[in-house]
Structures are given as C-alpha cells and as structure tokens.
C-alpha cells in the first residue's frame, strides 16, 4: 500500500485558494464586497456616538455627521452585503459541486484498487466524505476569514477611538484565540476516532435499506437485531463529537463568563468616569456598542481558525488522494504495448501479496506458468487465493514481490490500460449496471459501437440470447424495476448479462472467468464453460488464455490445464485425467463432489 504522507497545511492552503480564485475570479471579487460591508457595519457605534454627542452638545454639524453617516452605512452595507453573500454563496456552490466531482473523477481514475481494501484509506474516506462540506466550503471559509479579519480590525480601532481603556478586553479575549488549539484538536480527534464507527453505521443502514440484505435479514428474523447495532454505531460515530463539542462548549463559557465580567467592570469604571464628566456621554454609547461587537470579533476570530483548520485538514486529504493517484500512475508508468498474439503464454515467479491490513499474504513465492492458447482451469478451497490469482493477472493489485510476465515482457512495464483492452472478463460480484441491455453489455468493449450485431454476437459467444425473451425492447430494455419502463431480471439473468459483456471483446489475449455461472444449475455451467473451452481452441491462433475460476470440478474436465491451489500455493498442475490418475487432492475433492450428485 502507498507510503504517500500527507501533504502540509501551507500547501493546502495554496491548492485551496488558488482552485476558488480558478473557479471564477470575478464572483471572488463581489463576494469581497461583504467585507466592505462588514467595515461599514463595524462603524456603526461610533456614528452613533457623534449623533449622541452632538444632539447632547446640541452640535448640528456632529448630528449631521453621524445622522448621515448612520443612514449611508446602513444603505451601502444593506447593497454590499447582499451582492457579496449573494456572490460567496454561489461560488461556495459552485466550488462545492467542483471537488465533489474532482474527488470522484480523482477516486475513479487509480489505476489500481489496493486502496479500496485499506482500512485505514477507508477511514480517511470516510473523514473526507463527512467534512466534503468543508471542502466545499473552502471559498466561504476563505471570504469569512477577510470578513473576519476586517470587521475585528474596525472595531478595535472604534473602540480605541472611544476610550482606550477598551483595548484591555484584547488581554482577556487572549485566552479565546488559545483555546482554538484545543478545540481545533479535540475536533481533529473525533474525526479520527468516529470514522470507524461512522463506516459501520453506513454498512448496517445500507443493509437495512437495500433489497437484497434487507430481506435475508427480515427471512432470518434479524432486522431488529440490526437495527440495534446501527443505532449503536449511529451513536458510537456521534459520541465522539458529541465529547468535543461538550468540551468546547464548557471551554468557550468559561472564557466568555470571565471576558463579561472584565467587560462589565470597564463599562463601569468608565461609568464613573462619565459622571465626573471625564467621559462624554457619546463615547459611553460607544462603548457599550461595541463591546458587544468585540466579542464577537474575538470568537469570530476563534471560529475562523476552526474553520479554516477544518477547511485546511480536508484540502490535504483531497492532496493526498491526489498524490496517491499520481504515485500509482507512477509505478504503472509502463508504456509497452502487448503483443498482438501470444506465443510464449503469461508465467508468475515467486509471487509475494499480501492484502493492504492483512497480517498474513495471501501468496508468498508462487510461480505457475499459463501457456499460451491454453484453456486454465483454477480450482481450489474458499480461501485458497482464486479471486486474488485474477486480479493480480488484471492489475487490479500491485505485486509486493516477484513478477509476472506476458511472454517475456514484466506486467509493470506494459501500459496497464493497453493490457486491460486485450484482456477481458466476467465474475461472480458482477455489476448489475441498470441502464439498457445494450449499454450494460456494450459496457465490455467501449472501442467498438454497440450494434445490434456486435451486442447479439457478444450474448451469442456468452450462450445467453435467451435473456432476451425477458427484454420487451429488446437491446434498447431498460434494466432495473427503480426506472420507468425499467424491467426486473433473475439473478441468473443479469449474471448472463455480464458473461456477455465479458465476451464483448472477441479475441483477448486473456479471458478470465471467475465463476461467473455460480447461479446458473451445475449442467448449464458445464454446457457453457465446454462452450467457451471450444471456442478458446477455435480462437487459438491469437495465444490468448482462457481462465476458468470454478468450484464445480465437473465443469474443468475440458480444461487444457487444472491448476488446484491451496492456501495460496500450487498444489497440483495437470490435465483434469492427469490428476485424477495422481489420485491426490484433486482426485479426492473431484470424487466427493461426484459421489454429491450420484
Ligand atoms: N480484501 C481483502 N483483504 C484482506 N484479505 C483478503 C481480501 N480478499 C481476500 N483476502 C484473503 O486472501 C485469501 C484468498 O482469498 P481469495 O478471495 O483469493 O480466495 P478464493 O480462492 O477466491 O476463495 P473463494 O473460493 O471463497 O472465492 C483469503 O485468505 C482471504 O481471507
């Protein structure tokens, strides 16, 4: 799995703001029309001490001054504040919608999927998807910060302005900005610590809502029992957030009771001073204004930092997902292309892979040779590292240790997309893609147009045109009873679906088939798989391998190769009547299931 760190905070913070200026340099400019605003409305106290203390001096020219001023700040702040909300909310839309889509195009494109069985990938997923707000909140984030940082500003100069006495509320207000890095960390720490749970919460929900889990669970009896530990994973996701706002809370009261009682005892002694005449009335009057401004630019200040950390620590993800994509672009950098027929075959030497997690490989030192044009059939216990053998021959897994070559030449330095387009496949977790029946099959081979002959051929190759009584449309059926018009298909039904998409591609050099019949009746599998057997012989001329993954022994007899492993290592290789001769685990496990069906 990738050592990829991940990147730091000033980075972030570049990516962030250059990617919203990016996004439209124009709406940045209006939605800075808030903060001119926020100036103005910071203003207001003080205005409205001249006011006082002209009407108190009888002073017209001051009650002009601050009349007016009063009523112009009020008019311009009402237009810049709506124009420049107006113009943060958009872009925070728009830059929203803009990641979103960049984390999903970003997630899809890794060549290969060893991240998507990390754990520990999961859970910074899972992180990155609950604060995806505050990626999308970037922008606002960044605008509230220059709100945040001019209004404050404003005040504490209107407050100087009024007594200077005022500015000792910045001491008491110190504590505020220093419990960020409290609750900034206390925040860090929920998110870590609820991912697991919040994962969780999400399986058993999902179970709970999606058709098939949720009737296995109500057949069984179970819903309740489900029900009752995703209520215990939706509350062990929350808890910890739940801990850190409590302890933020009880944090920011303590701060806020001792930031009042300071300023109730300047307003008093400057109270006092008023009655001996040593402060006008109008600064009074600004002062208490504005103490109720300052604390708020103190928490806003405080918040920003929350925000902005929240805003930061979701920027490095979405880098570090982007690094990640760019390190395993990195080592699939090969630029080869496959040969356009096989002639040697696809040979493993000393294999090593371990799960990402997993503490033990699944294959250590496994070497098996493929030969070209042959028909491979791969038979083995649950466990025995089938599925794992498929997907290390499709790249979907990188290697630890060893190699693989496809006649000679290292998997690693033949282009991994170029590979995958002369390679094909169907499985047993197929997608049911519900779109139309020719886009769903079309899906195999996206270099050819989906004809009517091109998709028939492929349901043809696949012994599958028999799924098209159940498509009234025919090809152009749109599959899935969730859409209009939309039609429902037995399991066996949509599985034929995805043997045809694997047969798309008429020639591949490697046609795995990793038990794609598992829903179809033992005698259909074996009619299919000697089916595709014939027609491997018949395409013979291109070298290319067919891979049969199967459970069902009575199925592999056709096979030009049995390959039996067992806990990730060969334990026998030969023709199906080759080990039955042997007369070792093949033939012991081929006579139990044979004496299964007498
Ligand atoms: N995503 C995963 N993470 C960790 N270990 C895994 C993962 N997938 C499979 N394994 C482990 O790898 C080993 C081989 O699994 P694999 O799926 O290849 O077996 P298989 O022969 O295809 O089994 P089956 O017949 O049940 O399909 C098993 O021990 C399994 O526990």
């Keep these: 799995m990738s050592a990829v760190s991940e990147p730091g905070a000033l980075r972030a913070t570049r990516f962030l703001v250059g990617a919203s200026w990016r996004n439209g340099p124009g709406a940045f400019v209006l939605s800075l029309f808030e903060t001119v605003g926020r100036v103005l409305e910071a203003l207001v106290p003080l205005l409205v001490g001249l006011l006082v203390t002209g009407a108190l001096q009888h002073d017209v020219a001051l009650v002009w001054w601050g009349g007016a001023g009063i009523v112009v700040s009020q008019g311009l702040q009402f237009v810049l504040m709506t124009v420049g909300v107006h113009a943060r909310l958009d872009m925070t839309d728009r830059i929203g919608h803009d990641f979103e889509e960049r984390v999903g195009r970003l997630s899809g494109s890794v060549a290969t999927t060893d991240h998507l069985d990390d754990p520990a990938h999961q859970d910074r997923m899972q992180s990155f998807t609950e604060r995806s707000g505050a990626l999308g909140g970037a922008f606002n984030a960044l605008v509230n910060t220059f709100n945040n940082a001019a209004s404050p500003i404003t005040t504490f100069v209107v407050a100087w302005l009024a007594d200077p006495r005022l500015l000792l509320l910045l001491i008491v207000a110190i504590p505020s900005t220093w419990a960020v890095k409290f609750t900034t960390r206390w925040d860090e720490q929920a998110e870590h610590a609820s991912a697991p749970a919040g994962r969780l919460s999400g399986h058993l929900m999902g179970a709970m809502v999606e058709p098939t889990p949720a009737s296995e669970l109500r057949v069984m009896g179970a819903r309740a029992k489900i029900a009752t530990r995703a209520s215990e994973a939706v509350r062990a996701w929350r808890r910890p957030s739940v801990v850190a706002a409590r302890h933020t809370s009880v944090l920011t009261s303590a701060i806020s009771t001792i930031y009042l009682l300071s300023a109730t005892a300047i307003l008093v002694w400057m109270t006092r001073d008023a009655l001996h ?287 039996v492993l067992d806990q990730g290592q060969v334990a026998e290789v030969g023709t199906h009547a080759d080990l039955i001769a042997r007369g070792g685990h093949y033939a012991q496990l081929y006579e139990l299931q044979a004496a299964g069906y007498r």
């Excluded at 390190?327 to 696809?346: K, N, W």
């Excluded at 059926?477 to 045809?500: E, F, H, K, N, Y």
């Excluded at 491997?536 to 009575?554: C, E, K, Q, Y």
């Design 277 to 563: 005449g040593a402060v006008t009335v109008g600064a009074l009057t600004t002062a208490v204004l504005v103490i109720g401004d300052f604390r708020d630019s103190v928490e806003s200040i405080s918040w920003t930092f929350t925000m902005t950390s929240r805003m930061v620590r979701a920027g490095r993800r979405y880098l570090w997902l982007s690094d990640y994509v760019a390190e395993v672009d990195a080592i699939h950098a090969g630029t080869l292309s496959p040969p356009q027929r096989l002639t040697e075959g696809i040979r493993l030497r000393d294999v090593t892979f371990t799960y990402p997690g997993a503490k033990t490989p699944t294959f250590l030192g496994l070497s098996l040779d493929l030969p070209a044009g042959s028909t491979v059939a791969i038979v083995g216990e649950n466990g025995a590292g089938k599925s794992t053998l498929v997907k290390l021959l499709t790249g979907i897994h990188d290697l630890d240790e060893g190699e693989i070559t496809i006649d000679g030449v290292d998997l690693r330095d033949l282009s991994l997309p170029r590979w995958r387009a002369s390679s094909s496949g169907a499985f047993q977790d197929h997608m049911r893609f519900e779109v139309s029946a020719r886009d769903a099959i079309g899906l195999g081979d996206l270099e050819q147009e989906p004809t009517d002959d091109v998709v028939r051929g492929a349901l043809t190759r696949a012994s599958a045109t028999d799924v098209l009584r159940a498509l009234p449309d025919g090809l152009d059926t749109q599959l899935g009873t969730d859409w209009p018009g939309g039609v429902g298909l037995s399991g066996g039904q949509w599985q034929r679906l995805a043997i045809a998409r694997g047969m798309m591609r008429e020639r591949p050099l490697l046609l795995v088939l990793d038990e794609p019949t598992s829903a179809l009746d033992p005698a259909t599998e074996h009619r299919l798989f000697d089916g595709y057997a014939e027609a491997a012989r018949r395409t013979r001329d291109n070298g290319g391998i067919t891979l049969l993954v199967t459970h069902r022994f009575s199925t592999v007899s056709a096979a030009d190769l049995v390959v």
